[in-house]
């Protein structure tokens, strides 16, 4: 319950009454979809009996009687316990034509209580870099995707999605939905063995739940009708079958039945899916504890999998294909793993997993010259060869045996045994294979593999455990990885997808590496995405919502490493007032969070840029931010305030670095946009550029000292062009500015445009 003061109204003849609006907690609104709670009280004489919100000629009614106990306990009225009010609405343009809003309550007798009046004033989105996609329409193909995940739409609705966001988009950032399809899960059941279903009967499992919220026939005809895009995440994999058993429709639970179908642990023990009751999801206690084999010597595994998710495939190919504004793509299996869900255990020791590994080393059987998995080979190595390495005697191929001492036991110097590491890399190389063969399948169904992404987890390791993988053939570790790395995240055919919470949504994580975490998905891959995204980590307390700020950098990082989408989890998950409610979790929130807000910020002031440029706009009117850059010299101090940055400067030569390790391609990027606040005082301007090729030779120049006169300008500021050889390599640029006199400047945004020839994924 909100601490504010208690608020009374008019008076009646009784009691009078007493009130609290808890949301909307602002004067001004800026959405057609309005959220609104609170209580009232006036006693049992002359009782409240209707709370609405009203302007000029038209009212929406709110759900008044909501239990509301915490307010009974502060006005020790017990019967106070119904005073709450609730209501979700989406008004229409017509209703908005008055902007003023009333939120009112109607007593028994007749008297109207005011409640709160709101003004409604949309945010316009900024039209700065409108004019340059007249000069550069390629800008118009280079898309960033705003798509929230979401579930439970098949049947129509959007949940209000469209009608909150569509005044946000623009002809570059666009917006969307990510809707799951379980592709093992909705299916003709046992009768029709368990093929794929685009529109299943639907069947309610023994807790309740129906086999499955969305179906794949629904979402085409939902996008179709409120053509609104969708990213389809066709997921068979562990969270594919996170609730309760159904082998007679759920394809996963059925082929779970036989163990050897099924990942083994260390002691050859397959646990059943609710061994753990204790983890965090998005479901209470999703059951994870048992999960299919990833080995390619499994048959009925691979079968049913492919043929499965190439049927799905089909038909989103064809939808693509008809309404390709409609699909912004598929992503697969989130959180494909070598299952760590049971302390103790270490996966995957099923026979045929291991006879895999033998092949793999031996570089006989799959890997074969010719044979199916021959691209993969990496070995050929001979028994003897295993004996010296593993310390171990085996008389045969068939008793060699990896460790089955988890390197969870392992000290931080005790990681470079090398048996142990190819082990290690085996485990690694069964994820990648993984994430390829789905991906492979897809595109042999006729989907565009730059339409594929994966959906891999990647967050941050916490007290003594080392960052985790980055490559296949990294160094072992001092934890059980279950095989992930980042480079066997991205599909052969298809992107890297990744999902990110806490301190890796902002991109503030310690890697392998030293690089950030984004730039190393950029290095790997120009044209990521992240497909499930919160700034909360579920390790942390439920109730613990980050701020604003969080949510404006790792905004401004996606975007500055070139990410093509971010999905936050969740549109239909908590909203962001519900805190103090039983069940809360902060990393399913996303309405109504500091997060949303900076999306919205971002969405307005990133208006029209194309998602490979790069841009500092200095913060906004919630928060203050350099974005990273310094003053060089020493006598030149710069600060953030109100959505720009200032400085003091002395007269003549000063100079701004820019953050390091830019995501700069000098193919693309041939223009940088600065917008200085007082041109008067700013003579000439130059661009230096550090080369990641060549550090030891200093600054080169990507333009030389030009008086500003000279420069080409528009209302997004000075255009420069810039000019990199051939075989450079630039990660920082220095703006040098020749000011008249000294004084205080200051500048509104920093951009960086791919105005060069720009290719499309």
């Known amino acids: 319950m909100a601490t504010a003061t208690v608020v009374s109204a008019e008076t009646a003849q009784t009691q009078a009454p007493r009130f609290f609006v808890d949301f909307p907690d602002t004067e001004m609104w800026d959405q057609r979809e309005l959220t609104i709670a609170g209580w009232i009280w006036a006693g049992l004489d002359d009782p409240i009996t209707e709370v609405v919100l009203e302007s000029g000629e038209w009212s929406h009614t709110i759900s008044y009687g909501l239990e509301r106990n915490d307010v009974a306990a502060v006005l020790e009225d017990p019967a106070a316990a119904t005073s709450g009010f609730y209501g979700q609405i989406v008004l229409s343009e017509s209703e908005l034509a008055d902007n003023t809003l009333n939120i009112v309550a109607y007593r028994a007798s007749g008297p109207r209580v005011l409640l709160k009046t709101i ?220 299952s760590p869900f049971v302390k103790g255990s270490w996966h995957d020791f099923n026979p045929d997993t291991l006879e895999q590994f033998r092949q793999w080393l031996s570089g006989s059987g799959l890997y074969a010259e010719g044979a199916l998995l021959s691209e993969y080979r990496e070995h050929s190595m001979s028994l003897d060869a295993v004996n010296h390495m593993s310390g171990v005697q085996f008389d045969a191929w068939a008793d060699v045996e990896p460790p089955r001492v988890a390197p969870l036991q392992f000290l931080p110097d005790e990681t470079s045994d090398p048996w142990m590491f190819l082990w290690e890399r085996f485990r690694r190389h069964l994820v990648d294979l993984h994430y390829d063969d789905m991906s492979r399948w897809l595109v042999e169904s006729g989907v565009s593999g730059d339409r594929i992404f994966s959906s891999q987890a990647f967050i941050e390791s916490r007290r003594w455990v080392q960052p985790f993988a980055e490559r296949l053939d990294s160094p072992l570790k001092n934890f059980d990885s279950a095989g992930v790395t980042v480079e066997g995240g991205k599909p052969e055919y298809g992107h890297l997808g990744a999902i990110v919470y806490g301190q890796s949504a902002i991109n503030a994580i310690e890697t392998e590496s030293g690089r950030s975490l984004f730039r190393v998905f950029y290095d790997l891959d120009p044209d990521w995405g992240i497909v499930e995204h919160s700034p909360a980590d579920f390790r942390d307390p439920p109730k613990q919502i980050p701020g604003y700020a969080d949510g404006y950098r790792s905004m401004r990082e996606l975007f500055n490493y070139h990410g093509q989408l971010i999905s936050p989890m969740a549109w239909n998950g908590n909203h962001g007032e519900w805190v103090d409610q039983p069940g809360f979790h902060a990393h399913t929130s996303y309405r109504l969070t500091p997060m949303e807000e900076a999306v919205k910020d971002f969405m307005r002031e990133y208006a029209y840029l194309p998602r490979r440029a790069l841009y500092w706009p200095f913060g906004n009117r919630r928060h ?131 105005t060069g020839a720009l290719s499309m994924p």
Request: proline fraction near 8%.
């Open 624 to 754: 203050d931010n350099t974005d990273g850059w310094i003053a060089e010299s020493p006598n030149t101090i710069l600060w953030p305030e109100q959505g720009r940055v200032r400085w003091h400067h002395p007269a003549g030569i000063s100079s701004l670095l820019s953050p390091k390790a830019l995501a700069i391609d000098p193919a693309i990027h041939t223009t940088l946009v600065v917008s200085p606040n007082r041109k008067g005082r700013l003579r000439s301007i130059a661009v230096d550029y550090e080369d990641q090729g060549a550090p030891e030779d200093g600054w080169k120049e990507a333009h030389p000292l030009t008086l500003v006169s000279q420069l080409e300008a528009d209302d997004a500021g000075l255009i420069v062009p810039l000019q990199w050889p051939k075989s450079s390599q630039p990660t920082r640029i220095r703006l040098r500015f020749d000011m008249r006199t000294k004084g205080e400047s200051s500048f509104d945004h920093i951009a960086i445009l791919p």
């Open 119 to 338: 003004v409604y004033a949309p945010s316009k989105i900024s039209e700065r870099w409108a004019s340059w996609l007249t000069r550069y329409p390629q800008w118009k193909n280079d898309i960033f995707w705003f798509a929230p995940g979401t579930s439970g739409i098949s049947s129509g609705s959007d949940q209000s999605f469209k009608v909150a966001y569509e005044g946000y988009q623009s002809d570059t950032l666009r917006i969307g939905l990510r809707v799951p399809v379980l592709y093992m899960r909705t299916t003709e059941g046992r009768v029709g063995d368990w093929r794929f279903d685009p529109q299943p009967e639907p069947v309610k499992l023994p807790n309740g739940r129906w086999v499955a919220d969305d179906w794949l026939q629904g979402l085409m005809d939902l996008a179709v009708n409120q053509q609104l895009p969708i990213l389809f995440t066709l997921n068979g994999g562990v969270w594919g079958d996170a609730y309760s058993a159904g082998p007679d429709h759920d394809l996963i639970d059925y082929l779970e039945l036989d163990p050897m179908n099924c990942q083994w642990d260390q002691n050859d023990q397959v646990y059943p899916d609710g061994a753990r009751d204790d983890l965090p999801g998005s479901l209470p206690s999703p059951e994870l504890s048992r999960m299919l084999t990833l080995n390619a010597l499994n048959a009925p595994v691979r079968a049913y999998k492919s043929r499965n998710l190439k049927a799905a495939g089909k038909l989103l190919a064809e939808f693509a294909a008809t309404h390709p504004d409609l699909f912004i793509g598929i992503n697969l299996d989130a959180d494909l793993y070598l």
